[in-house]
């Protein structure tokens, strides 16, 4: 049978999602495993065995590769590189590709990151289709970029270009896990969220149904914003002021036609989205107030990662 | 005459260079012009003129082409846009390869920022060959940057990418002549540094050869720095911190192998390298910490210019 598919893959820190793709961009099959392991080895066989069992399902004898869109992944060595939200990687180098392409017969597995993979999805059929330069966000648990110059991704010298997430945002601002302070990251992820609602429950005494909530999650914000409470649609304002002015200190780096937005806070963007719109044409430089596109991605979020990775072995 | 030679104009504030130049680099005759014009029309003559002339000199008939180097030079448009140090450009968007290929019977004209020159004369002849992702960082009367992503100049969706010199080293810091505040360019430029030792002379009691100068420059400090002066070594610290800082945002945009400083400024590098390679290292996230060489520019200043402005001719 002729090899014309290949499967993406989307590691994420709760599971991986997995797909069988042809060359239109169609997922055929999918398939989706637990990464939380605490063994690399377990969770490589645990994938290895999922993408043969898929390939096998929907009749094929091989793929062409296999493309994998992971947390620190590096294109160049195939590598995953102390992911902070893998348990079977932390603090760790894994060989992944390397690893991986050893249980599937030398099978060919490009690895890079998961936002990389993201940026390559919407380039080839989501929010950037045409676009030859544009930055992809990804806001999640943490806060990714994949960055596309003149259609081509950003890989940069090491392979770990784009990890806009750790640029300062504030000055001695909040304690990152990766070590710096006041990073991207610490304020507009879904984490970031939870703390600016501990952080402004705090320091006001404005009623808000968030102040019943024990451990807050983004969600419990996003819940609460979606019943009106103003504590909560303030807290989203923040986070799209603070995403504006970091915004606006990007576009002078390789002048994008958009920034793309993607991932599980896109959900709450008509709670920041504005702000992050003023509050970007304010701080950036004249030459691009007012021209620079905020899209949300255009893709079903899984799919999106799975495409991108796919997209990479062919 | 087989046309194996092209020109390469390096427009600035004050002069244009202009230089005839080889396949292999060398430089076989100059000239220097004033830019100090009101009239863009009059600067434009005597620019073709030079050309001309320079082309005769050397026993040559023709030209392969032009390339220019000026400050808010777009790559796309070939037009001068708003620069603020052109006096017979300021406020306006002159269509400079356009007109210069006119004067010059339909020669090909090919325009970029001044900045984007140097990073190609680097990368051709200077301090960055062989590398293929690098970041130029231009220290004059303004901060510029060129940018080299995989061996390939960025200029973005609309040509203006790399304008790093307007990206916030302080939040609500000093005023910038672009309009923002606290613009990298208000603190590390050659003004930046004047700048610098007004605010320190006024906020401190600490004696100072710079106390008998008026309209103080960064050459000011330079020879009181020289001459041992404690408060201006302190100045030429502080723009070395406030530099560091802002590359360690830098980094992980594009991952570059080398930070390569260029200009007039890096004549007083021995006062402000050490504190900007401790402050980039110790605020860049972890996975570049101590991995992103500083460089200064190994090519004649004016040369570097010439050279980068003449290779886009080719």
Not at 19 to 24: A, E, F, N, P, T
Not at 272 to 295: H, I, Y
Request: aromatic share 8%.
């Amino acid at each position: 049978m002729k090899k014309n598919y290949v499967a993406g893959v989307d590691i994420g820190g709760q599971t991986a999602k997995i797909g069988i793709v042809d060359r239109k961009g169609n997922i055929l099959a999918r398939k989706v495993i637990s990464t939380k392991y605490k063994e690399a080895d377990k969770f490589i066989t645990l994938l290895s065995d999922a993408i043969k069992e898929l390939t096998v399902d929907i009749g094929l004898d091989n793929l062409n590769g296999i493309g994998v869109g992971a947390p620190d992944g590096n294109y160049y060595t195939g590598d995953i590189v102390e992911p902070t939200n893998l348990m079977w990687a932390k603090g760790k180098t894994i060989h992944f590709a390397n690893e991986l392409s050893k249980k599937l017969s030398g099978m060919r597995v490009i690895v890079t990151n998961d936002a990389n993979a993201a940026a390559i999805g919407e380039m080839k059929y989501g929010a950037a289709k045409g676009m030859k330069d544009f930055i992809v966000i990804t806001l999640g648990t943490g806060v990714g970029s994949g960055i596309v110059v003149d259609g081509r991704l950003v890989n940069g010298h090491d392979g770990h270009a784009g990890e806009l997430g750790h640029t300062c945002a504030v000055k001695n601002g909040r304690e990152c896990p990766c070590g710096q302070k006041g990073c991207l990251e610490t304020y507009c992820s879904a984490t970031g969220v939870a703390r600016t609602a501990v952080e402004m429950l705090e320091k006001t005494n404005t009623p808000s149904l968030l102040r019943k909530v024990k451990d807050i999650t983004s969600k419990d914000v996003f819940d609460a914003a979606e019943k009106g409470d103003k504590l909560a649609i303030k807290i989203f304002e923040y986070t799209g002021k603070i995403m504006g002015e970091k915004f606006a200190d990007f576009i002078p780096f390789t002048a994008p036609e958009a920034i793309i937005l993607f991932g599980g806070l896109t959900h709450a963007r008509k709670y920041f989205m504005e702000q992050l719109v003023d509050s970007m044409n304010e701080n950036v430089v004249f030459l691009w107030k007012g021209k620079v596109k905020v899209l949300v991605s255009a893709l079903n979020e899984s799919d999106a990662a799975i495409l991108g990775a796919s997209a990479l072995a062919w």
